[in-house]
T-cell receptor, first 109, second 116 residues
Framework: GQNIDQPTEMTATEGAIVQINCTYQ??????LFWYQQHAGEAPTFLSY??LDGLEEKGRFSSFLSRSKGYSYLLLKELQMKDSASYLC??????????WGAGTKLIIKP | GAVVSQHPSRVICKSGTSVKIECRSL??????MFWYRQFPKQSLMLMAT?????????EQGVEKDKFLINHASLTLSTLTVTSAHPEDSSFYIC????????????FGPGTRLLVL
């Protein structure tokens, strides 16, 4: 079967670093996506990993280990505007996105 | 680039009426468009996938006669919620993809539907 799991909620301090983990199980895999979703808004694309390793994009980095079925999103120099839900999703063998429930990130001053 | 618009952003309607939601890709031709529904504090749920000029593919449990999807052109898809009921109240989001299936989906801003 297929499943994907990420923590429901995390809290971090402004200026700090936070890592949001995502684990998944699937027989067919065509990449993993991270999206950011502010309350009441639609998701916006953050990153896409299809090969193992770390992809860095400014303050955000995403890591993938296909053998472990594991990814994380790393956010550095946290800002208040980073308070949002972060959704991970993998693309299965049918090229369909399977979505996690999202991690609500709360940033405190 | 890769801007997707959605209209209306918010709609309130009476039970039994039909509501049409438009999704447009503004600066690219979307070979595939997706319709999602999201209930509060839940993840995105894919409702259907549509390719321009062909019938939409609905996910299991989604009534195709209730949620009518028309992908009339490479830049426009519409979702019509027919005979809406209060349980249809939700956040409806479209996304669009161009090129191959590996391409990123870009989301519209969403439509919040409230059925009284």
């Amino acid at each position: 079967g297929q499943n994907i799991d990420q923590p429901t909620e995390m809290t971090a301090t402004e200026g700090a670093i936070v890592q949001i983990n995502c684990t998944y199980q699937t027989s067919g895999f065509n990449g993993l996506f991270w999206y950011q979703q502010h309350a009441g808004e639609a998701p916006t694309f953050l990153s896409y990993n299809v090969l193992d390793g770390l992809e860095e994009k400014g303050r955000f980095s995403s890591f993938l280990s296909r053998s472990k079925g594991y990814s994380y999103l790393l956010l550095k120099e946290l800002q208040m505007k980073d308070s949002a839900s972060y959704l991970c999703a993998f693309m299965d063998s049918n090229y369909q996105l399977i979505w996690g429930a999202g991690t609500k990130l709360i940033i405190k001053p | 680039g890769a801007v997707v618009s959605q209209h209306p952003s918010r709609v309130i309607c009476k039970s039994g009426t039909s509501v049409k939601i438009e999704c447009r890709s503004l600066d690219f031709q979307a070979t595939t468009m997706f319709w999602y529904r999201q209930f509060p504090k839940q993840s995105l749920m894919l409702m259907a996938t549509s390719n321009e000029g062909s019938k939409a593919t609905y996910e299991q449990g989604v009534e195709k006669d209730k949620f009518l999807i028309n992908h009339a052109s490479l830049t426009l898809s519409t979702l019509t919620v027919t005979s809406a009921h209060p349980e249809d109240s939700s956040f409806y989001i479209c996304s669009a993809r161009y090129g191959s299936v590996r391409e990123t989906q870009y989301f519209g801003p969403g439509t919040r539907l409230l059925v009284l």
